[in-house]
């Protein structure tokens, strides 16, 4: 399981296995989300794992003044041999209207997708100024299902008791 704290520049990325059966966690307990579960007495029905790009809003122009005009941010996402701030080209770009938001699902760009890619952002403001492209964040984007469930089959088990006396 991969881990960052919320309010990073980091992509919250757990990945978790469950099993049919019996599901064995260690006495430390389960670190989800930020989230601390005790592993003793607590037994997930369904855990839902979501892709979000998370980063720290500027809080000022690249002056060094205030920002009072923040309008929202581009998020990219690129090949990893594509530097976005020497020129490179973006794969897929999709704008954050919002200068609130800081965090972007990734979900819609995992569907599908087997390969490490790097992910950008860039800040905004009202006048249509655009930031400097953030550090690359290079990460496996894994959206490939497994295969179908193959021969099924039903067996009947019976067991037998019997009391001699």
Same mark, same amino acid.
Not at 44 to 59: K, N
Not at 68 to 77: I, K, N, P, S
Not at 99 to 124: C, K, M
Not at 128 to 152: C, F, K, Q
């Given at each position: 399981?991969?881990?960052?704290?919320?309010?990073?520049?980091?992509?919250?990325?757990?990945?978790?296995?469950?099993?049919?059966?019996?599901?064995?966690?260690?006495?430390?307990?389960?670190?989800?989300?930020?989230?601390?579960?005790?592993?003793? =007495? =607590?037994?997930?029905?369904?855990?839902?794992?979501?892709?979000?790009?998370?980063?720290?809003?500027?809080?000022?122009?690249?002056?060094?003044?205030?920002?009072?005009?923040?309008?929202?941010?581009?998020?990219?996402?690129?090949?990893?041999?594509?530097?976005?701030?020497?020129?490179? =080209?973006? =794969?897929?770009?999709?704008?954050?209207?919002?200068?609130?938001?800081?965090?972007?699902?990734?979900?819609?760009?995992?569907?599908?997708?087997?390969?490490?890619?790097?992910?950008?952002?860039?800040?905004?403001?009202?006048?249509?100024?655009?930031?400097?492209?953030?550090?690359?964040?290079?990460?496996?984007?894994?959206?490939?299902?497994?295969?179908?469930?193959?021969?099924?089959?039903?067996?009947?088990?019976?067991?037998?008791?019997?009391?001699?006396?």
């Amino acid at each position: 399981m991969f881990f960052v704290s919320p309010g990073s520049n980091r992509v919250f990325y757990t990945a978790l296995a469950l099993w049919v059966g019996s599901l064995a966690l260690g006495v430390a307990g389960l670190i989800y989300s930020g989230i601390q579960v005790d592993a003793q =007495t =607590t037994t997930p029905e369904r855990v839902l794992a979501e892709h979000v790009l998370t980063w720290d809003a500027p809080t000022e122009n690249a002056d060094g003044s205030e920002l009072t005009d923040l309008d929202g941010f581009e998020v990219a996402l690129s090949a990893t041999d594509q530097d976005l701030r020497a020129g490179g =080209t973006a =794969t897929d770009l999709q704008q954050v209207t919002d200068g609130n938001q800081v965090d972007f699902d990734l979900g819609p760009w995992r569907e599908g997708r087997d390969e490490v890619v790097s992910l950008w952002v860039r800040a905004y403001d009202l006048s249509g100024n655009r930031s400097a492209w953030s550090e690359p964040l290079t990460v496996h984007l894994d959206g490939i299902p497994p295969g179908v469930v193959v021969n099924l089959r039903l067996t009947l088990r019976v067991e037998l008791e019997v009391n001699q006396e």
